[in-house]
Nanobody
Framework: QVQLVESGGGMVQPGGSLRLSCAAS????????IGWFRQAPGKEREGVSC????????YYAESVKGRFTTSRDNAKNMVYLQMNNLKPEDTAVYYC???????????????WGQGTQVTVSS
């Protein structure tokens, strides 16, 4: 059974950092591009970042460029989203997703995790 599980969410003060992890079971992550998405209350889900399966090329939404970094550890079958200088507007449920090609559009992805909550508040 193909499954993605996110972890690492929590509450942090503005300016703080969190690292989200995306773990896979039932398949090998290095065969897939991985996207990170988030959904804030009352808003549509938006693409945050993605990483290709081939050469690890990364792409970021303008709102997170310079603050978020996506990486993958194929040996551990894990993908990470390092989030620095967090802002209250980063508060959302964060999801990882997997499919063949990297994209910030959610329709591209067939496999999704259940999400992890990130709250940025003082």
């Amino acid at each position: 059974q193909v499954q993605l599980v996110e972890s690492g969410g929590g509450m942090v003060q503005p300016g703080g950092s969190l690292r989200l992890s995306c773990a896979a079971s039932g398949f090998t992550l290095d065969n897939y591009a991985i996207g990170w998405f988030r959904q804030a209350p009352g808003k549509e889900r938006e693409g945050v970042s993605c990483i290709s399966r081939a050469n690890g090329s990364t792409y970021y939404a303008e709102s997170v460029k310079g603050r978020f970094t996506t990486s993958r550890d194929n040996a551990k079958n894990m993908v990470y989203l390092q989030m620095n200088n967090l802002k209250p507007e980063d508060t959302a449920v964060y999801y990882c997703a997997a499919d063949s090609y990297p994209s910030l559009h959610e329709g591209t992805y067939a496999y999704w995790g259940q999400g992890t909550q990130v709250t940025v508040s003082s």
